[in-house]
């Protein structure tokens, strides 16, 4: 795929060079991570960021990322008889050991087939033989992969930290030794979370039946201690801007408040914590490594953590002295104090969620959400007395039992918290999210119906005419169609498959994305395949057999039960890890009988930091940081190559590489002030995507002095692939920067195969320069307009057969050198023409040419 960068849409998601990325070409097992969705989606998940540290750090093993293309960018890989490819070594899917797919959710399965089709592997696991990748899954959806089983040839089920590398040591030693994919697939199965979907068949009822004898049921796998587990420090750092482009540090893993509609707090059994030392270490040395500006503490409950208090008491300093911000996921009410809230508001804000999920107290209780109204209006009253003035909140409907008045609550707790601002509060919001109720399996709720999407439709409208009525109040929603299809396939079957594959060719691609979801594209598949959608929304005999009943997460369904019948009572289960024991049988301490009895000698038990959650503080840790920064006390011009792959990168993804690479060298940028302060940087003419350049710079104000020399030395070992500096020069303290007035650049002719056309290209030139001007129509806001661009072509001199020295001058106005050049020679293709930038020349005749790198 790197010989077609030039050709797709954001090739420096495509180039495998970014900042962290692991390079092993001489590896002797190759795992392809396949995260289904488009690049920027995928660089957020951090499992995939842990799954890729724990395989790269053996030695011997790889594993490379690959994402799925836009739709424009598989047509150039079609158009070009090319395979998708993995991003850090370009190798080709087919080629390695195994291919492993993240399943995040139920509307990315068309797209599992359309990354393997990309690769030209066959879809069917039926059809791979040995000399073919491995095709695994992973995630949330494996506890029930069903409707994807006949093209995975295993699911893995739980923790992936140590099984991951030892699956692949498998494979590896298993095609070392010849063997053929069955005999693999037998020795697959006796590893833990290790799911053989052709081990298993459909059978009459709903549920499955085992073909091999021993192997009727599969055991999800658990890591018993987090500070024991695998976790990054130095990460792979995206190129533009992830969906969560920041550095994300699990704390803990696990959640047993026991919300009963809540999959991964069910599956994810028990509570294991990162203890604060760890925890330090991993921010201190992450932020370190990779230079991301914000810090997020993720988990399935942050506010849950027992040692949040000294979490943000011993991390603030740091953010604050760094202006680096402190966000959280969606919290419930009640779990953030007034001295956390004082820390995050004294360095940059970012939006404030809360998770009601339900708005009467009723239905709270009814799905074990554990919080009071006043818990909810108190935490809304304290972020706007901070200076939030935003503020969203989670809510759901169609959960059990739920009346109108229920979803009518909606509004109100709504219109009640919008309530609580300060008078006066500029910019305020208060918005409500509101998604569809989705029963999940391995949840008490997964015998309940769902409701229609008529249902939903009718809901959503009652709410929208309620919340029309106010300005500042903002509602948003799921769209029902797809949270039909969600439900579908959240508690599908193997029969589910064939409407996928028939989904799949139709052309149903990217469903989670509004923009490309066509739910008539499910409902036609649904429809040849003889599928009704909608009796997968019905309520289930909680006596019948499920499709994923031999997937055991360590819960048992006698707990589930009981869960779902204290729901209808309204009963509140507490949480378990500050009080006793709730009886799901996962846990193998003081004399347990562990729910996963292949892994019972283990001791699976709440890990936590305190034995209580921690007292807040009564005022606010003291801030030491006095340091002013915006401070300007020196100004440097930095000058860089631009080679290889950074040739890709757009000039705004080159203000974030910057800005992190400054972070990562150690030195201290100016920041502007107000509301979001940022690294007081500003740049020379833009140069084209895919142009090389021997002559680039950047210019930064430093709030400490450095010499040049210095300031090298630190920042050249922190930049990434392609990107090499060249040298620094100190400038004035003025705002202003020089620009060039002219850029010298070779054109070199690339066409292989076609001498012609190089000749063509020369003589186009060549009748510029004998020119006395050159028309060129523009498309500007004012709509398209004629200019004489001959007087920006200051220099046209051949230097080779097939390549030409062009000096573009800059005095009168700048056009992109790609544009002019293309303008000259409009029939000569794209890729063909290969420039790079030269020098810089300044008033005066002074040129900024290459010199050694810094420290070579």
């Known amino acids: ?92 899917l087919s080629r390695c050991d195994m291919v492993a797919f993240h399943l995040t959710h139920e509307l990315c399965y068309t797209n599992v087939l359309y990354m393997l089709d990309l690769a030209g592997l066959p879809l069917f696991s039926c059809e791979r033989d040995a000399s073919m990748p491995l095709v695994a899954a992973g995630g949330g959806c494996a506890f029930n992969p069903e409707p994807l089983t006949p093209f995975l040839d295993i699911a893995v089920l739980g923790d992936g930290e140590e099984i991951l590398p030892a699956l692949l040591e498998a494979v590896r030693d298993s095609r070392a030794r010849g063997e053929d994919r069955g005999t693999l697939l037998r020795a697959l199965s006796r590893l833990p979370g290790i799911y053989v979907p052709s081990f298993f068949e459909a059978a009459p009822g709903g549920g499955v039946r085992p073909l091999v004898p021993g192997y009727e049921q599969v055991e999800k796998a658990l890591m018993p201690d987090l500070d024991a587990a695998v976790f990054p420090t130095r990460r792979t750092v995206s190129f533009g801007q992830a969906v969560h482009d920041r550095l994300a540090v699990e704390i803990a893993r696990g959640c047993t408040r026991g919300c009963r509609f809540c999959h991964a707090g069910m599956v994810y059994r028990p509570v294991r914590e990162r203890s604060l030392e760890t925890i330090a270490s991993l921010v201190d040395g992450g932020l370190r490594c990779t230079g991301f500006e914000e810090l997020s ?83 809304a009253e304290r972020l706007f007395a901070k200076g939030w003035q935003q503020v969203k909140l989670y809510f759901m409907i169609g959960l059990p039992t739920e009346t109108r008045d229920d979803v009518q609550g909606i509004f109100e707790l709504s219109r009640k ?16 999210a509101v998604s569809p109720f989705v029963p999940k399996p391995h949840t008490p709720f997964q015998w309940e119906r769902q409701d229609s999407k008529d249902d939903t439709t009718q809901k959503i409208a009652f709410l929208r005419e309620l919340f029309s009525t106010n300005k500042k109040l903002v509602m948003r929603w799921h769209e029902p169609a797809m949270s039909r299809l969600e439900g579908v396939f959240s508690r599908g079957d193997r029969a589910l498959a064939p409407a996928v594959l028939h989904a799949y060719r139709a052309g149903a691609l990217f469903c989670d994305w509004l923009d490309h979801f066509d739910p ?5 598949a649904f429809a040849a395949c003889g599928v009704d959608p909608d009796a997968y929304l019905a309520a289930r005999d909680p006596d019948a057999p499920l499709p994923w009943d031999h997937l055991k997460t360590g819960v048992s369904t006698a707990y589930l039960k009981l869960e779902r019948r204290r729901a209808r009572d309204g009963a509140l289960t507490p949480d378990c890890r500050f009080g006793d024991c709730s009886g799901c049988g996962l846990c193998s301490f003081d004399g347990r009988r562990c729910g996963l009895a292949s892994q019972a000698h283990l001791d699976i038990r709440p890990r936590l930091n305190r034995s209580r ?52 060298a150690g030195v201290s940028p100016t ?175 002074g040129g900024a040419a290459p010199v050694p790198p810094a420290g070579g």
């Open 1 to 92: 795929m790197r010989d077609i960068l030039a050709l797709v849409p954001k090739p420096s998601h495509f180039s495998g060079s970014e900042w962290g990325a692991v390079q092993k070409p001489d590896a002797s097992a190759r795992v392809a991570l396949a995260f289904p969705d488009l690049y920027e989606v995928g660089m957020s998940y951090l499992g995939q960021a842990i799954l890729y540290e724990a395989v790269n750090r053996r030695e011997g093993l790889a594993a490379e990322r690959v994402y799925a293309p836009s739709r424009e960018a598989a047509a150039v890989l079609r158009d070009k008889g090319a395979t998708l490819c993995t991003l850090e070594t370009d190798t080709p």
């Open 297 to 379: 503490f993720l988990s399935l409950s942050t506010g849950d953590f027992s040692a949040l208090e000294s979490l943000f008491s011993q991390s603030a300093h740091k953010c604050r002295q760094e202006q680096v911000s402190i966000s959280l996921p969606s919290l419930r009410a009640g779990t953030l104090s007034d001295p956390m809230l004082e820390i995050m508001a004294r360095i940059r804000r970012t939006g404030a969620t809360l998770a009601p999920e339900a708005a009467t107290q009723r239905l709270r209780d009814v799905i074990n959400k554990g919080i009071s109204e006043e818990d909810i209006l108190s935490h």
């Open 417 to 432: 918290v919008l309530a609580l601002a300060p008078r006066g509060t500029k910019r305020l919001q208060v918005t409500a």
């Open 520 to 524: 008539v594209l499910w409902d036609e």
């Open 613 to 664: 959650p921690e007292v807040p503080a009564e005022t606010a840790a003291p801030d030491t940081a006095t340091e002013d920064l915006t401070l300007k006390a020196a100004h440097y011009r930095v000058w860089y190559a631009k080679h290889g792959p950074a040739a890709y990168l757009s000039q705004l993804e080159l203000q974030s590489v910057f800005e992190r690479s400054l972070r990562r």
């Open 671 to 845: 920041f502007s002030s107000g509301f979001h302060p940022m690294p007081l940087l500003s740049f020379g003419w833009a140069l084209p995507v895919g142009v090389e350049s021997q002559a680039e710079w950047f210019a930064v104000y430093l709030r400490r002095p450095l010499s040049p020399e210095a300031f090298a030395r630190l920042l050249a070992p922190a930049l990434p692939e392609g990107l090499v500096l060249s040298h620094v020069e100190e400038l004035g303290m003025g705002r202003k920067v020089t620009q060039p007035v002219a850029e010298e650049f070779t054109l070199r002719i690339h066409s292989p195969g076609a001498p012609a056309l190089a000749a063509e290209a020369l003589a186009a030139f060549a009748a510029l320069a004998a020119a006395s001007c050159f028309p060129y129509l523009r498309e500007t806001k004012k709509g398209v307009r004629s200019e004489d661009i001959r007087p920006l072509f200051e220099t046209v001199e051949p230097i080779a057969p097939d390549a030409l020295r062009l000096v573009f001058s800059w005095r009168e106005k700048y056009i992109s050198p790609v544009k002019l050049v293309s303008a000259v020679c409009p029939d000569t293709p794209p890729e063909a023409l290969r420039l790079t930038k030269i020098r810089q020349i300044f008033l005066g005749g």
